[in-house]
């Protein structure tokens, strides 16, 4: 409801006014009424009516002195004027103090609606207005965090804001950042940040972040001065203040152990910390963002959970190295002699070569580890050893996944020594012997509660190396041929009529005769019953 106060010094008029009109229909209460300026004022100020419909002329203070007050001190108070007296030049006081009407005695209630319809629309409208404001002032407020973000990561690109709008908008966001002061950034890499994404659903995800920015601004916040943020997945960036005391570096690098030491503690991640030069603008943040983030990348060479400076950022001696034939011919011959101890000798070469020559760094790197998966893959063919293509597709892809370049050795490392180990079966016939015995195995023990890893036991490999064989030389797993083995049993249990199913289920290992069904059928196409039938 909108409030009104009626100020007329006519008694008779001020009670039809507030008797005679239905105020209600419009959405109005009428909340006050006075018979001179004065006397409105006090009640004005008192009820805070959203409209005052008030008389020109009036004893002691009239209608336009007190509408004048009123438009001072309450701008958006609706004033309409009522008068006997045709009156021009209090009409066009009216006009001035913006009034929104003005009409004339005796009041014509048709009229009188007209007018009020008029101010409570624009009452509506400005109500409308006003939450409007709020409401994005609110949502602008919630969105300040990041605004804030948004910002900070604009500072460390390439910034093209001018000088005046960039102070503006520090202004804005309530920033502490001068546009002439000492600076350094620090990139924060989460290692092994794909495995850890992979282990965290998207809501841990998103709370790991919140986690890492909170510990990380406390700390900064204690220690130095700054912001920090994430960049992008797996990265966080934090804008420091120096200042130009002696021990400020010191006091960087304890800051970021404490960073470091931090996250393992309390979120049990490993951390590698790039630290950028110093900088004397706000606007060269960029080029100490990249001094950052170059270091860290010195993680591929140097190693994780460290802390790397650009002192650490050696320059390449002796040109590019390059993988080159003499090396693939060497590695090709240890290959296919099977000779484990010179395949590790020569990655040792590789390796050692690839991390004192940094050129092409991370890139390089593993374009030679895809190139020696693939000379091992073309070696197994030449053998005659099929491969399996799920296993090579995810190998290549765990390449791009490996953080250092000890890592990706040791990757590759591990399946060149499998190759080799493939070769030496396939000559020596021992894959031929695992794979028969592991046949007759299953064939005699198919009723017990089998599981594969009893089964690798009994062969002496691991349970994944024997699963992987058996893949590679009959083109089935052992489950499936297990699978096998038990269905034709109970095909054979089924033709005596006398052997009820349950038993038949339990005789050929399976527990569930629900379950034995459903695997019977998915193999025979029909059900237990239905097979009896079929072959009596």
Not at 299 to 327: C, V
Not at 410 to 425: F, K, Q
């Amino acid at each position: 409801m909108y409030k009104l106060v009626i100020v007329d010094d006519e008694p008779t008029v001020r009670y039809g006014l507030c008797h005679y009109v239905d105020w209600a229909a419009y959405g109005i209460e009428v909340v006050g009424e006075a018979d001179d300026g004065d006397n409105g004022l006090d009640v004005v100020e008192r009820e805070m009516p959203d409209i005052v419909l008030t008389d020109v002329r009036m004893p002691a203070m009239d209608g336009i002195q007190m509408s004048n007050l009123l438009s001072e001190r309450f701008p958006h108070m609706k004033i309409v004027f009522i008068s006997g007296h045709d009156d021009a030049e209090y009409l066009k006081s009216a006009l001035r103090v913006k009034a929104v009407d003005y009409m004339f005695k005796p009041v014509n209630l048709a009229e009188l609606g007209h007018v009020i319809e008029k101010v409570v629309s624009q009452l509506d409208a400005e109500r409308e207005e006003r939450r409007l404001i709020s409401e994005m002032q609110y949502k602008l407020t919630q969105s300040m965090p990041l605004l804030r973000e948004k910002f900070l990561m604009g500072l460390i690109r390439e910034n093209l804001l001018s000088p005046a709008r960039m102070q503006d908008r520090i202004e804005f966001l309530g920033l502490n950042l001068p546009m002439e002061g000492a600076y350094m950034v620090i990139a924060i890499r989460i290692d092994n940040a794909s495995e850890v994404a992979q282990t965290r659903s998207e809501r841990d995800q998103q709370l790991l972040a919140y986690s890492v920015v909170n510990i990380v601004q406390e700390l900064i916040d204690r220690e130095i001065g700054g912001y920090v943020f994430e960049h992008q997945l797996g990265e966080f960036v934090g804008i420091l203040r120096m200042t130009e005391e002696e021990d400020q570096e010191n006091q960087l690098f304890k800051l970021a152990e404490e960073v470091r030491d931090s996250l393992h503690r309390y979120l049990k991640i490993s951390v590698t910390i790039g630290v950028g030069e110093r900088t004397k603008l706000l606007s060269a943040l960029p080029n100490s963002y990249t001094q950052a983030r170059e270091a860290a990348d010195q993680r591929w060479f140097l190693g994780k959970n460290q802390i790397i400076s650009m002192d650490n950022l050696e320059h390449d001696e002796g040109g590019a190295y390059r993988y080159d034939p003499s090396q693939n011919e060497r590695m090709s011959s240890s290959l296919k002699a099977a000779d484990t101890a010179k395949v590790d000798e020569e990655l040792q070469a590789i390796y050692q070569a690839l991390l004192r020559n940094r050129t092409d760094g991370i890139a390089y790197g593993r374009n030679v580890s895809l190139q020696l998966i693939l000379l091992a893959n073309r070696i197994l063919l030449e053998v005659g050893i099929r491969n399996n293509e799920s296993r090579e597709t995810g190998l290549m892809s765990k390449v791009f996944e490996q953080e250092t370049l000890e890592e990706l050795r040791m990757l590759v490392a591990a399946y060149l020594n499998d190759v080799c180990h493939r070769i030496g079966e396939k000559r020596s016939g021992k894959a031929n012997n695992v794979i028969e015995r592991t046949r007759h195995l299953i064939e005699q023990r198919y009723a017990e509660n089998l599981q594969v890893g009893d089964l690798a036991g009994e062969v002496f490999l691991s349970t994944t190396y024997l699963c992987l064989l058996f893949k590679q030389e009959t083109g089935e797993t052992i489950n499936e041929y297990m699978t096998k083995v038990r269905i034709e049993k109970a095909k054979e249990m089924l033709k005596d009529p006398g052997t009820k199913f349950y038993e038949v289920c339990y005789a050929v290992g399976y527990s569930d005769p629900s379950y034995f069904s459903k695997i019977f059928k998915k193999y025979t196409g029909y059900t237990p019953s239905t097979f009896r039938e079929q072959v009596m």
